[in-house]
């Protein structure tokens, strides 16, 4: 019994003892709760903080980069930006020649032991064929003189996503198998999805970048089914 062993003796009486061990519990329980409120005070202060720096940085930085991206690709989605959980995601959708769904989204979140803010860059590809890198973070102190730090951050994922994002639709790609075709009337290489026309011979079907090689074909299809 820790709270007896310097203060009462056995022969203390029962309500001595029992007013001594209580008195003691109550002195802690009170240094516990102001520990507790001042810990949540810090936290609450860092949290503002947080909120503060990570919505300048979504307006300033992360948007805007975001928007150049989207920009380059006509399958992708503008980017969804989520304040509350201070989160953006492009999705990239097929057609316009690009056969491959993905997503790219950049997250901020606090942490409340180094008094940071984490800053992640997530790629996600579907089907996952390739290995590729999906998530990289980095810290940075939760102030707006890190802006720059994380602008480099930044540039540089967005770049490895925009390599991988086109690697992966290359011909000899796995996600490319039976994804294209070659028109059999000028020989251009052409996605399936994006041809201009179709249709069967034969119990074969033919994919064309035009209507025009479409109508070449009809007129002697024959000759491109024996080639």
Not at 28 to 52: A, G, N, P, Y
Not at 111 to 123: D, K, L, R
Request: net charge negative; proline share 4%.
């Amino acid at each position: 019994m820790p709270y007896l062993s310097n203060a009462l003796t056995p022969t203390d009486g029962l309500r001595e003892r029992l007013e001594y061990l209580v008195h003691h519990a109550e002195e802690e329980r009170t240094v516990r709760v102001l520990q507790q409120k001042q810990q949540m005070s810090q936290i609450q202060q860092f949290h503002d903080l947080f909120r503060l720096v990570a919505e300048g940085w979504f307006s300033s930085i992360i948007l805007p980069k975001l928007d150049m991206l989207t920009e380059m690709f006509p399958n992708s989605v503008a980017p969804s930006h989520i304040p509350m959980i201070q989160s953006a995601t492009i999705t990239f959708e097929q057609g316009n020649g690009y056969v491959i769904r993905a997503k790219f989204s950049i997250n901020l979140r606090e942490n409340f032991e180094t008094n940071s803010i984490v800053a992640t860059c997530e790629t996600e590809i579907f089907p996952m064929l390739i290995e590729y890198e999906r998530i990289a973070t980095a810290e940075f102190p939760c102030t707006e003189e890190a802006a720059n730090t994380l602008a480099t951050f930044l540039d540089e994922h967005i770049v490895r996503f925009t390599d991988v994002y086109l690697t992966v639709h290359k011909t000899n790609s796995p996600y490319m198998k039976d994804k294209h075709a070659i028109d059999p009337v000028c020989g251009m290489d052409i996605f399936i999805a994006d041809a201009a026309a179709t249709t069967m011979y034969k119990k074969t079907r033919y994919y064309f970048c035009s209507t025009e090689c479409l109508q070449t074909f009809e007129q002697d299809a024959e000759r491109y089914y024996q080639q």
